[in-house]
């Protein structure tokens, strides 16, 4: 870049305040911020609720949260497809109004029955939100806005939990069940409170009016036709194992195979939310262009892969070479989730068929709800169980589903018009 280039760029802030001038984007960021906050609340305490206030044994809370998992996979995809057939507005109203509502009612629940049922409430949803929102975001924007705002919501989403978070720990610090019940009820009413922020998104978030005399057929292509989507939501679905690494494997990983005191966890858990915050926006830009998408991609399975070698390389006898072993993992693998995301919205909007936003963001996110529900089984069949050998095993696993990622972004790219960055 230029001297003068560097001159005439706008500042980040700048460049933010210009994104937020959107009523879209400012609708979307102002309630995902409520929202989370009230999401972060009800994260820290559900499961400690259940376990020690509602007094269900790890096994039934594990059914519970599997039962969940599995009934929001098809949530992501039909949340998606209705959003190309009624209003996207309504439905992200409806989806989180409720949501909230059932997060809310994890107070009363003291049968197992009951627990199954909310959680599968709340998580078709939460999948169908998911799902709906990407399709609002393809409607009202294009190209490097629509990554900016992916970018944008998920940074404003770590900052919500975290915020939520240290609400949830006051009841975590006063320890009765009356605390857990009233400030679990406190973080459902904020997540459906958010709703209401939704309400005043523009029409154009919608699909587009049919005619009277039109019948009622979905425009464009399948996403279930379509070859070259289906790989890449796969391939992207098995690089997001990343995530269940963080939160599934290296606890287990650091408290039975290394030397390092659990706490280091909490340390590593902050750097993650840390980094994301701070890189997730100025690193997504231009990903909505294919060739750089593939090429972040790539660079984020290397950076994965040595994750993983670091986090192996930690089973080691010496304290203080463990602990940073650790550490440098978890700077890698911040590095590596916010350029994979970064690569992966980039793709998922502009393989797209530009008349089925909703049904390619359900398959998607669907997608990426399989791989989040599998990533304990194969941590648990691989690192866990492997170590070091279980280690390079996955790091292989992300080197190759983020070259498949790259070979599909690098091909399309040969067939598509050069995309103009914004």
Request: charged share 10%; with cysteine; glycine share 10%.
């Amino acid at each position: 870049m230029t001297e003068a280039e560097a001159t005439m760029r706008p500042s980040r802030l700048a460049r933010a305040r210009a994104a937020l001038s959107d009523p879209v984007l400012r609708s979307l960021t102002i309630s995902t911020l409520v929202g989370t906050i009230g999401r972060g609340i009800t994260v820290t305490l559900v499961v400690l609720y259940l376990s020690f206030v509602g007094g269900f044994p790890a096994e039934q809370v594990a059914v519970v949260f599997t039962v969940g998992a599995a009934v929001g996979i098809g949530a992501s995809y039909f949340g998606g497809h209705l959003a190309d057939i009624v209003s996207a507005r309504w439905l992200a109203v409806a989806s989180v109004f409720v949501a909230g509502l059932a997060l809310a009612s994890y107070a009363l629940v003291t049968e197992l029955w009951a627990a199954i049922l909310i959680e599968s409430i709340i998580a078709i949803a939460l999948g169908a939100n998911t799902s709906i929102r990407s399709a609002i975001i393809a409607r009202a924007f294009t190209g490097q806005s629509r990554v900016t705002s992916r970018a944008v919501l998920r940074t404003v989403t770590n900052v919500g939990i975290a915020l939520g978070s240290g609400v949830g720990a006051i009841a975590l610090a006063i320890g009765t069940p009356e605390a857990y019940r009233a400030i679990l009820v406190v973080g459902g009413l904020a997540y459906a409170g958010s709703a209401v922020l939704l309400v005043g998104l523009p029409a154009r978030v919608d699909a587009p009016a049919r005619l009277p005399d039109e019948p009622r057929v979905v425009r464009g292509r399948s996403p279930w036709r379509d070859p070259r989507y289906l790989a890449f939501s796969a391939l992207a679905a098995v690089f997001a194992i990343q995530f269940g690494v963080m939160n599934v494997g290296l606890p287990l990983w650091i408290a039975h195979h290394t030397v390092a005191p659990e706490f280091v966890f909490s340390i590593m858990l902050v750097a993650n939310t840390v980094l994301v915050i701070l890189l997730q926006v100025p690193l997504s830009r231009g990903t909505n262009d294919l060739r750089r998408a593939g090429g972040v991609t790539a660079v984020a399975g290397v950076l994965m892969a040595a994750a993983c070698l670091f986090y192996g390389s930690a089973a080691i006898p010496v304290l203080v070479a463990a602990v940073v072993l650790l550490l440098v993992g978890t700077v890698l693998h911040a590095l590596a989730e916010v350029l994979s995301q970064a690569g992966a919205w980039g793709l998922s909007f502009e393989l797209a068929d530009p008349d089925r936003p909703g049904a390619y963001q359900g398959v998607y996110s669907m997608a990426f709800a399989v791989g989040s529900m599998v990533a304990p089984l194969v941590i648990a069949a691989t690192a866990l169980e492997h170590q070091f050998l279980g280690w390079i095993a996955l790091a292989a696993m992300f080197l190759l589903a983020a070259a498949g990622v790259t070979a599909i972004a690098f091909r399309a790219a040969r067939t598509a018009p050069a995309v103009r960055a914004e």
